[in-house]
């Protein structure tokens, strides 16, 4: 059963328009460049000023909600919150975004805000699809965009798990950084070993975790030590490592087949893919 309507909100007859503008972005970089969340809001504001003819879009008053570094995989995202609030709270008139998936890449969450911004009374207009909530017609494409929208997602996620298996089964590194190894610069995607990451991981490691028992004493034995995560430069020139090794980063390590040389991705592995650091008969009895 839909929701009770309390008012029409989008009646503006004989005030401003309220528009709340949705604008996101996936990565770090496109923060950085700042290249689509500009192009973004280009593209909304020409939209609005192609309307302002209209009673109440002339001098409308336009909220920008901008998601920035966000997957839109989930509603768990804090200036999507802050939209749910608006409508509910009767705040907004309109929403606006660009293409229907800068809101959601998922039927189910569509469906939910599309219920909530019906419910409210609230107009939604996608700008790039040329789409609106103002006849039931357009309603039914929203929801046909949407499929073919998690279906190209969905294409996208079993050709990206096919060539990482297919990479991992001729013994090519899929990316990460893993301690003890680095990219091969002479051949594209094999490692290498670190001598001296790797001199850390043989000793201070599986050799420690032995003699020691547990995960736990490695970790603490390290900070005896003074052996902390490596420092690296990010492509953004952001400095990460440096910080003390906790005990799941220890596991993880000991548990990584990486370390005997074997390469594996989904149901893909192999073998002697590069040198290892330690013994299988080691690894075996560390696991």
């Avoid at 496109?30 to 280009?42: H, K, M, P, T």
């Avoid at 939604?124 to 309603?139: L, Y």
């Avoid at 980063?249 to 149901?267: D, E, F, H, K, T």
């Amino acid at each position: 059963m839909s929701r009770q309507r309390k008012h029409k909100t989008n009646d503006t007859t004989n005030r401003r328009r309220r528009i709340a503008v949705y604008i996101r972005v996936s990565t770090q970089r496109q923060v950085r460049e700042g290249d689509s969340l500009e192009a973004q809001q280009n593209a909304i504001k020409a939209y609005i000023k192609t309307r302002s003819h209209e009673s109440g879009w002339k001098d409308a008053e336009v909220i920008y909600l901008i998601e920035k570094g966000r997957s839109a995989k989930n509603q768990k995202r804090p200036e999507l919150q802050k939209l749910r609030k608006l409508i509910e709270q009767h705040e907004v008139d309109t929403v606006i975004c660009t293409k229907l998936d800068r809101i959601t890449r998922s039927i189910i969450d569509f469906a939910d805000l599309l219920e909530l911004i019906q419910s409210h009374d609230v107009e939604f207009i996608s700008v790039n699809e040329n789409f609106d909530t103002s006849g039931p017609m357009a309603r039914a494409m929203l929801y046909i965009i949407m499929i073919f929208a998690q279906l190209e997602r969905e294409t996208t996620a079993e050709r990206t798990l096919a060539t990482m298996e297919d990479r991992a089964s001729r013994g090519l590194w899929n990316g990460g950084r893993v301690h003890g190894y680095v990219l091969d610069p002479e051949e594209t995607g094999k490692l290498v070993l670190d001598k001296a990451t790797a001199e850390i991981i043989k000793v201070h490691f599986f050799d420690a975790v032995e003699k020691l028992g547990s995960a736990g004493a490695v970790q603490r034995e390290l900070r005896k030590k003074q052996i902390k995560v490596p420092k690296h430069e990010s492509r953004s020139g952001r400095i990460i490592g440096g910080n003390w090794f906790d005990k799941q980063q220890v596991m993880r390590i000991l548990r990584n087949p990486v370390y005997i040389g074997r390469i594996a991705w989904g149901n893909a592995s192999k073998d002697d893919s590069h040198p290892p650091i330690v013994s299988r008969e080691q690894f075996d009895r560390v696991q």
